[in-house]
Antibody
């Protein structure tokens, strides 16, 4: 059974940093791209970032490029999202999502339960 | 990157058909995916590659994609289908979502 468990969310001040983690199990981790998707309160879904299964390629939405960094550790079956220079508009539930493809973001067959990030002073 | 537009809400009576549209430039040239999200829950993939139902998804869910519009259809809508529905497409190594449609069964 595929499981994705996010952690690391919380309250952070504008300009601050936070690192999210997503522990994966139930599938061959290196064979699939992994992604982060966020949902602001009462809003729709927004794809944030993705990383290939081999960790050679990373992809970012324009809204976070230069501020967020995705990484993955195959020894721990975990994907991370380092978020710097946080803004109020980054406030959202952040979901970890498994891709159906290895190479690049495509579409998502499993999602985690989400972790809430609140950026506020 | 391309934009996808969905109506904010759709209302349907139990047993009737709900149609949720997703529009975007030359959308028929891309595959469209649909996710269901019930209140307080994570999204669940229901339709992939325009019209393929994920295993375990009831047959009352179907999809189509033509011209600039993709459509998710729920035939014989049940109360348990009340949820937000999000369309998604892939474009130039990025993922684009529509704004989501709230389906209310009344």
């Amino acid at each position: 059974e595929v499981q994705l468990l996010e952690s690391g969310g919380g309250l952070v001040q504008p300009g601050g940093s936070l690192r999210l983690s997503c522990a994966a199990s139930g599938f061959t981790f290196n064979s699939y791209a992994m992604n982060w998707v966020r949902q602001a309160p009462g809003k729709g879904l927004e794809w944030v970032s993705g990383m290939s299964g081999t960790a050679l390629h990373t992809y970012y939405a324009d809204s976070v490029k230069g501020r967020f960094t995705i990484s993955r550790d195959s020894s721990k079956n975990t994907v991370y999202l380092q978020m710097n220079s946080l803004r109020a508009e980054d406030t959202a539930v952040y979901y970890c999502a498994k891709d159906v493809w290895e190479t690049s973001p495509y579409y998502f067959d499993y999602w985690g339960q989400g972790t809430l990030v609140t950026v506020s002073s | 990157s391309s934009e996808l537009t969905q109506p904010p809400s759709v209302s349907v009576s139990p047993g009737q058909t709900a149609s949720i549209t997703c529009t975007g430039d030359t959308l028929a040239d891309k595959y469209v995916y649909w996710y269901q999200q019930k209140p307080g829950q994570s999204p669940v993939l229901v339709i992939y590659q325009d019209d393929k139902r994920r295993p375990g998804i009831p047959e009352r869910f179907s999809g189509s994609n033509s011209g600039n519009t993709a459509t998710l259809t729920i035939s014989g809508t049940q109360a348990m289908d009340e949820a937000d529905y999000h369309c998604q497409a892939w474009d130039s190594n990025t993922v684009v979502f529509g704004g989501g449609t709230k389906v209310t069964v009344i």
